[in-house]
């Protein structure tokens, strides 16, 4: 692992994007190695959350590596588009995992759409967002002409996109696009404030929650029908046997 750093202390991991001097921008192999790391912490039983960042306090990541596809042809910005958002970005929409994007910085077109497609998010009063793809002459390539809409409104969404403008956090913060925005010092001890609290909780119906939220914006698929189906699968759970017993014994579930 060369571009990412991982931490995990007690539930909770902490991935660090590490190419500061390139502004932690997506090159091929950090988009690898974050898949590997997601791939192997969802099935680390110990881990509980995810906590996504960017190393520096500039960025989160600017973007795409542009240097890597400037000559791309068509096939191959194609590839490029199907295969980053199969191995990452709708990897973690998708991870049973709640994962946190804590944007410290710069989180621009590729950044955007990598922190848009984390579980929700959280920003530091520095950060700058948006996607400026068009600027470049192109569109946002990793879901994030479907993501933004979905966070923040059509409206503003393509005026965002068509301006390739920048919000600063607390215009990100009133768009809905994050949900808290802090100092630089305080924004991963919020994070993890955050991430202790979800940890506490039934990990098996977190995971249930995330694929029925999911379900919401996936037109291929009932968002009520989905719910309905997670909502039984819970049943069988050891979660809701510990969960509801609990609350019938007056104490605190331990949810294992
Ligand atoms: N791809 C590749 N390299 C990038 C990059 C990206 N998306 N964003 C920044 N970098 C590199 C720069 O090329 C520079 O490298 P160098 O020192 O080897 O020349 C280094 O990171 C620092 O960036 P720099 O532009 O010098 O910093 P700045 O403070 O002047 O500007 C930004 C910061 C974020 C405004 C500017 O880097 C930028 O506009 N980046 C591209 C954003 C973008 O369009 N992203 C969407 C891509 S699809």
């Known amino acids: 692992m060369n571009n ?26 950090t988009i690898q190695e974050l898949h590997n790391a997601f791939t192997t912490l969802e099935t680390d ?11 520096g306090d500039k ?43 804590a944007i410290n910085g710069f989180a621009l077109g590729g950044g955007l759409e990598l922190a848009m497609s984390c579980h929700f998010r959280v920003a530091s009063n520095n950060a700058k967002m948006g996607l400026p793809e068009v600027s470049l002459g192109v569109i ?26 920048m919000l600063n956090a607390e215009e990100a913060k009133n768009y809905g696009l994050v949900n808290y925005v ?12 955050l991430a202790i609290k979800i940890s506490k909780n039934s990990s098996t119906a977190i995971s249930a929650a995330i694929n ?25 759970s050891k979660d809701f046997t510990e969960g509801t017993t609990a609350f019938l014994e007056k104490r605190k579930p331990n949810f294992k």
């Open 212 to 236: 029925a939220i999911n379900a919401n914006f996936d037109s291929s698929k009932n968002g009520y029908a989905i719910e309905i189906e997670q909502f039984g699968k819970c049943f069988e």
């Open 59 to 101: 960025a989160f990541v600017a973007g795409a590596d542009i240097s890597e596809f400037v000559d791309f042809d068509v096939s191959q910005a194609t590839v490029l588009s199907k295969r980053g958002q199969e191995l990452l970005f709708d990897f973690i929409e998708n991870l049973k995992t709640p994962v946190i994007a």
């Open 182 to 193: 802090v100092s630089q010092e305080e924004l991963l001890p919020l994070c993890k404030k």
């Open 4 to 29: 990412i750093l991982i931490d995990k202390t007690e539930k909770i991991a902490t991935i660090t994007i590490n190419r500061p001097r390139k502004l932690n921008a997506l090159n091929k192999a």
């Open 140 to 165: 946002p390539g990793y879901g994030g002409t479907q993501r933004l809409p979905q966070l923040v409104g059509k409206g503003k969404a393509m005026e965002l996109i068509m301006s390739a403008s």
């Open 45 to 55: 039983e110990n881990i509980r959350v995810i906590i996504l960042t960017g190393c």
